[in-house]
């Protein structure tokens, strides 16, 4: 067997393979999947197999890559043992177990059921929480899966954190011309009461200064014939009579 670099390959996460293969076939043999196929088989799932690998298995498991590179990189004669960061780990066990507890895949016994806690372990025994791989780029930029499309399916109905880039930020919603023009027919409608309530004012002012000057007028009218009555009187002194005993007894004029 040879070194062959890691990052002419899949695992580019690693240093070195040691296979006997060339970057091409080895390449195709990390895209074969054949470890996570024959732990299915095991398990009792007769439904996860190469014929649904692409429909049903790949879709589904997260970091699949990264984990059909982690069992290539079992052997350390080229490269140190490198450990999966908990996440990558954590990932990867849900999205596997979801379909080995899935009854239109697997079937549910007893003994399947201990296998399965088994996997579990040893899934995390290959993960550190520090100086570890986040796995395939691809994978490791796009939540686990090989595409962006996959990415954005699988965030749609997920809050994991990795979603975060491919969810939308909400938005305020704005004015729409519509509700402005609306705003503008409110104003208007109040100018238009505030102006008719002015003018109210305006006549009602108006009458009273226009009964204000006509009072002055009927005074005036009347004035000249008190005037002359007066005159009368101050011209022509009424005349008394007395009687004998000096009392005044009829005013003649």
């Known amino acids: 067997m040879n070194c062959l670099p890691a990052n002419e390959t899949v695992c580019s996460f ?8 060339n970057q091409t076939a080895f390449n195709a043999l990390i895209d074969s999947h054949q470890e996570l196929l024959r732990i299915f088989e095991v398990m009792g799932c007769p439904m996860l197999n190469q014929t649904n690998l692409q429909s049903v298995i790949v879709p589904n498991v997260r970091y699949i890559s990264t984990f059909s590179c982690q069992y290539q990189l079992q052997d350390t004669t080229c490269s140190p043992k490198i450990s999966l960061c908990a996440p990558v780990c954590s990932a990867f066990q849900s999205s596997v177990l979801s379909l080995l507890n899935n009854t239109s895949y697997c079937l549910q016994e ?10 579990v372990d040893r899934v995390t025994s290959v993960c550190s929480g520090s100086d570890c791989a986040s796995g395939v780029p691809i994978e490791a930029q796009n939540c686990g899966f090989d595409s962006k499309d996959r990415a954005i399916d699988y965030c749609s109905n997920s809050n994991d954190i990795c979603c ?4 939308k930020p909400l938005t305020v919603p704005t004015e729409t011309p519509a509700s402005n023009d609306q705003s503008g027919i409110g104003s208007s409608s109040l100018i238009a ?13 108006g009458l009273l200064l226009i009964r204000r000057r006509q009072v002055p ?6 004035q000249p014939e008190v005037q002359a009555n ?6 022509e002194p009424p005349k008394l009579e007395l009687d004998q005993r ?7 004029q």
Not at 217 to 222: C, V
């Open 14 to 21: 690693a240093h070195y393979v040691h296979t006997d293969l």
């Open 110 to 119: 007893e003994r399947y059921n201990r296998m399965r806690s088994r996997f």
């Open 164 to 167: 975060n880039s491919y969810k």
């Open 193 to 205: 009461i505030v102006g008719v309530g002015i003018l109210f004012l305006l006549a009602i002012v």
């Open 217 to 222: 007028q009927i005074k005036d009218s009347t």
């Open 230 to 235: 007066r005159n009368t009187v101050l011209d």
């Open 246 to 252: 000096g009392f005044q007894m009829e005013i003649s």
